[in-house]
T-cell receptor
């Protein structure tokens, strides 16, 4: 079975632009969570979606938004990019709400903002 | 106080050594606990869940002390391939909180 997939793998954007990152969960998984990881730190929680509804939001500005589609894939959108948004963006899927179930991560999208 | 704290590391140990990682968490309501490993520039991979009774998987043993809000991971007979960053993960409601990680280098 395919694991979690993310696209693109790498992205370079300019300050002020917007970006859309995509994630497809493991087949049968209904929950997707997004994390931001900067070098030297653990992943920081951004959003969780379960059955297409937002189930959690981390301490990120409103420039960050996400949604989940009927096929359980998900998009993370970031508007008005700042240099500080440069990071590895990770998507994780789980069978159910991710506070209880094990999460499995995709390879991530490495975003560089110049 | 941070929600999840780990030994700052890095740990540099010779092959065959036993190494212990410590993690403390602040939310007494947390119910789910995990250890992940992350190789350089890769995604975190689930190493093991941590159960109240403690659990073992080959060379790896995880322990949970709810009273002290403390989790540990023990690696016995460490291999070169164990070199990675080890992340402690605790649930906060329906979401996960990751610790900053402890880097391990196993030396030949």
């Amino acid at each position: 079975d395919a694991g979690v997939t993310q696209s693109p793998t790498h992205l370079i954007k300019t300050r002020g632009q917007h970006v859309t990152l995509r994630c497809s969960p493991i087949s049968g998984h209904k929950s997707v969570s997004w994390y931001q990881q900067v070098l030297g730190q653990g992943p920081q929680f951004i959003f969780q979606y379960y059955e297409k509804e937002e189930r959690g939001r981390g301490n990120f500005p409103d420039r960050f938004s996400a949604r989940q589609f009927p096929n359980y894939s998900s998009e993370l959108n970031v508007n008005a990019l700042l240099l500080g948004d440069s990071a590895l963006y990770l998507c994780a899927s789980s069978l159910g709400p991710s506070g209880t179930y094990e999460q499995y991560f995709g390879p991530g999208t490495r975003l560089t903002v110049t | 106080r941070k929600e999840v704290e780990q030994d700052p590391g890095p740990f540099n140990v010779p092959e065959g050594a036993t190494v212990a990682f410590n993690c403390t968490y602040s939310n007494s309501a947390s119910q789910s606990f995990f250890w992940y490993r992350q190789d350089c520039r890769k995604e975190p991979k689930l190493l093991m869940s941590v159960y109240s009774s403690g659990n073992e998987d080959g060379r790896f043993t995880a322990q949970l002390n709810r009273a002290s809000q403390y989790i540990s991971l023990l690696i016995r007979d460490s291999k070169l391939s164990d070199s990675a960053t080890y992340l402690c993960v605790v649930n906060k409601g329906q979401n996960f909180v990751f610790g900053p990680g402890t880097r391990l280098s196993v030396l030949p």
